[in-house]
Every structure is written in structure tokens, then in C-alpha cells.
């Protein structure tokens, strides 16, 4: 069993930077126009020869509902009609993507996301899944990794049953903050017997995993109140939880303007409310797996970070990295092999290629040979926090100390700080560097001087 983390207030205070969090490498940032459909349509190719299995991620833009706190895509609506529009061309999308696979792909793992999946009417979740089911082999057998974001303001026991017979069998519940003056400064008012309702049905539907999403630094937050939350969030016993730092960037994200700033917490405070989360979900059982995210000992997660097979892609952690990922629907992400392209982050942009029988891929990137080890690089330290340099050599023909011989000053700094163990043959990040491992990470990150830190969110 991997050790505990360590806190250790200097390192924190010293290392707590701005930096990306790897969900790919290169990061999205680093996406440019000059990539397209060709390119699509070459990796799809590739993938239908290599007979890779497939993860798809299917986007929802819209909400009923603004969370002021929210940088994701989405669309802000009360008219439910909006939908079907968007429906007509994602089942374009689906039809144009899925002719260029394999139909023997299975698809191992399915995620809806958003926005809100569950804006979506019943008919309209039939209709969509009956479409993917129809141009993608997904299984049948319960055996696939497959989860949708829920709202609980926005689901009951009857939806829960649909999505169940519709064949999802994980769940991802936002709930953030179960404080009512924070909900009240966020705009999302949401009760706990509401989330118990919706945790309730999953386990009576027997969905396989239920993940709950918290985040700290929000307005109005202390570190008492959000410790509250934090034991009632445990006593619902989720599987897995996401505990984000909020990050303030009210000049890149508009809903974040109608926060008072005055109202946030400080970041002493924020230190705090991490340090005694950490210590609540230990002291349950929960195993920190790394960049914000806990488990139970016998999920998937924890077992597959015990084996050294875990990995990262845009959808987080996951299982199944070994996989296509096909993002579908507005400003969706796909990483088909060295290919990483994303679709239009404009609905009416998105819509309208759609509706001229184009693909509305609209930037991306091609690894070359330097992004591909770099990756593996990162991938090691940020899922296993240890990298063996002889399997690096080995997978890239390379001398590890000889290609990253610029990056030993750096590394050998981390080791007399005690982030990292620096040995011969491998790096270890210690309990006291789990915390900072993105920190880490950024030493390999070939990108990072040409970038605006600006667009990123601290660390901690």
C-alpha cells in the first residue's frame, strides 16, 4: 500500500505554483488552429487499423441554472427546446466519426458530461443513446465503464431508473458545498436530502460507482463549514471524491464576475480546509490516488494505482487509457493516438458546421517523438508518483540523465527539499511532494516557460 501524504506546510508555501494539471501533455494551451478533419479522419483510420478499444465522451452543454463558480462550456437555458437542435447534429457527429472505426471497437468506457446530461428529457436520453448504440459497439453485458454527471437539483428516482436501463452504471454528483450561505453566494441551492435521494436510488438501481465533486476556496467558506460538509459527504459513503481547488479567474470566466471577491477565503484558510479534508477522508478509509481526487481501497482507482497501471487523459484518472478517446458535441476532446483535436467551444459554430456535413474540429495538436516521451514521463509521476528510468530508455531508446540532464539542478533542488527521492536508477515522489506532484510534473514540461501562468490554477 502506497504511503500515506505527508503535509508539510513549507514545501507547500514554496512549491504551490501555477501550472497545468495534465489531463494531457502537451496541455490543451498548447493547441493551435493548423490541425482539422484530415487529421481526424487519418487517426480514425489508424485506430480502425490497430483495432484499438474506444472510450467516448458525450457533451451537454446546457443548464437550467448558473453556478457562478463554473469554467466549464456550457449554455445557460430555461427553454428545454434548445436541446433538440444540438441532438440532430451530435447524431450527425456520431454518424460521421463512427463510419471511419471498426463496428468490432468495443467501446469500453462512455462518459456524458457538461453542462448538464440530465437537462436532457427521458426521450431525448433514449433517442441519443439508441444512437450511439446504433454506430458504436457499446457492451451489453454491464461490463463497460459507463457514467454520466448528475445534478441532483435535476434527477429523481425515475431518471436514475432510465439512466440504469439505459445501461450506466457510475454516477458523478456535483454538490460542491452543503452550506447554505455558500450555496447562496455560488447560486446553487442544493440540499443534502436531495443528494441522498439521488445516492439512494443509485445504490438501489445497483450503479457499480457513485463519485461526489467538492470543492474548496468558494465565498463564505471557513474551514469549520466546509469541515461539516466534508463528515456529511463521508456519511454518504461515495466510492470516489473529487475535491477541487476553486480557482478565481473572473477575467477568463464570466459567471465568476458576480462573485464578491471580499467573500472568498484566504489562502490560510484554503491551506486549512485541505489539510483537514485530507485528515477527515484518511481517518474514513478514503486513499489519496493524487491531483484532487480519493478513493475507497477496493475501487478500480486505488487497485490500479496499487498495480502501476493507472493513468491520465481528459476525462482524469482512469482505467482505460489504453483506449481511443472519441470526445463528441460541442467543444469536445478527442486523443486518438499522437492526435489530440477538440470541436468548436461555440455552439452555433459547432452547430453549423454540422449542418454543411462537416465535423466541427477546429484546433488540436500532433505529438512528436520529444511530446510522446515527456508524456510518459508525467503520466508516470502524476499516477504512480515514482518513474523507473530504465523502462523510459528502454520504450524510447534514450539515456534518461543524458536527455534530461538540464532538469538535474531542478530535480536534485526537489530532492534536498524532500519532494522527490533522486536515485540512479528511478525518482520517487514522497509523501510530502503527493500534494505538489504537478509541481514536478513541470519540470519535464517542454511548454511551460512560452506560457501565460496566468491561465492556469495554484497547485494547492
Known amino acids: 500500500m502506497l504511503d500515506a501524504i505527508r503535509w508539510d506546510s513549507d514545501l507547500i508555501r514554496r512549491y504551490d505554483l501555477a501550472g497545468p494539471r495534465y489531463t494531457s501533455y502537451p496541455t490543451a494551451v498548447q493547441f493551435h488552429g493548423q490541425v482539422g478533419t484530415f487529421d481526424l479522419f487519418h487517426a480514425l483510420r489508424d485506430s480502425r487499423k490497430a483495432q484499438r478499444p474506444l472510450s467516448l465522451y458525450v457533451h451537454v452543454p446546457f443548464c437550467a441554472n448558473i453556478c ?8 445557460i437555458t430555461k427553454d428545454r427546446g434548445r436541446a433538440q437542435p444540438y441532438l440532430q447534429r451530435l447524431e450527425q457527429e456520431i454518424q460521421l466519426v463512427a463510419c471511419h472505426l471498426d463496428p468490432a471497437q468495443t467501446v469500453e468506457q462512455l462518459h456524458f458530461g457538461g453542462g448538464t446530461p440530465t437537462f436532457l428529457s427521458h426521450d431525448e436520453l433514449r433517442q441519443l443513446m439508441a444512437h450511439l448504440r446504433k454506430h458504436f459497439n457499446l457492451l451489453n453485458d454491464d ?5 454520466i454527471e448528475i445534478d441532483p437539483r435535476e434527477a429523481d428516482w425515475s431518471t436514475m431508473g432510465l439512466l440504469r436501463e439505459l445501461g450506466f452504471n457510475r454516477v458523478s454528483i456535483g454538490l460542491q458545498d452543503l452550506d447554505p450561505a455558500v450555496q447562496r453566494a455560488v447560486n446553487r441551492l442544493q440540499s443534502l436530502e436531495e443528494t441522498r435521494a439521488v445516492i439512494d436510488a443509485a445504490r438501489t438501481l445497483q450503479f457499480r460507482s457513485i463519485n461526489i465533486d467538492l470543492i474548496y476556496g468558494l465565498p463564505k467558506q471557513t474551514p469549520d463549514n466546509f469541515a461539516r460538509t466534508v463528515e456529511e459527504v463521508i456519511s454518504l459513503q461515495p466510492d470516489r471524491l473529487s475535491v477541487f481547488n476553486y480557482a478565481h479567474l473572473p477575467e477568463r470566466f464570466m459567471p465568476q464576475r458576480r462573485i464578491n471577491s471580499s467573500d472568498l477565503p484566504s489562502p ?6 485541505l489539510q483537514r479534508t485530507i485528515e477527515q477522508l484518511t481517518a474514513a478509509g478514503y486513499r489519496y490516488i493524487g491531483m484532487d481526487h480519493f478513493a475507497l481501497p477496493d475501487d478500480e482507482l486505488a487497485i490500479a494505482q496499487e498495480e502501476h497501471t493507472l493513468q491520465r487523459n481528459f476525462q482524469g484518472y ?18 486518438i493516438g499522437d492526435l489530440y483535436c477538440q470541436n468548436s467551444s461555440d455552439l452555433n459554430a459547432y452547430q453549423n458546421s454540422l449542418a454543411s456535413a462537416q465535423l466541427a474540429t477546429s484546433r488540436g495538436l500532433v505529438c512528436n517523438a520529444d511530446d510522446r516521451l515527456r508524456r510518459a514521463v508525467i503520466q508516470q509521476l502524476i499516477c504512480n508518483f515514482k518513474l523507473e528510468f530504465a523502462e523510459i530508455e528502454q520504450q ?20 534536498e527539499d524532500g519532494l522527490i527521492r533522486l536515485e540512479r536508477e528511478r525518482i520517487e515522489v514522497l509523501p510530502a511532494g503527493r500534494l505538489l506532484v504537478r509541481s514536478v ?8 516557460e512560452q506560457q501565460n501562468r496566468q491561465r492556469f490554477s495554484r497547485v494547492i
Open 396 to 415: 524510447f531508446n534514450i539515456d534518461f540523465q543524458g536527455y534530461f540532464g538540464a532538469l538535474w539542478p531542478q530535480l536534485q533542488g526537489m530532492a
Open 268 to 273: 490560510a484558510h484554503k491551506l486549512e480546509m
Open 441 to 448: 510534473c513541470m519540470v519535464f514540461d517542454a511548454y511551460l
Open 318 to 335: 482512469t482505467t482505460h487509457g489504453h483506449c481511443d478517446l472519441i470526445g463528441l458535441g460541442v467543444s469536445a476532446i478527442s486523443q
Open 143 to 147: 461490463s463497460g465503464d459507463y457514467g
Open 68 to 75: 457562478y463558480y463554473c469554467a466549464c462550456n456550457k449554455v
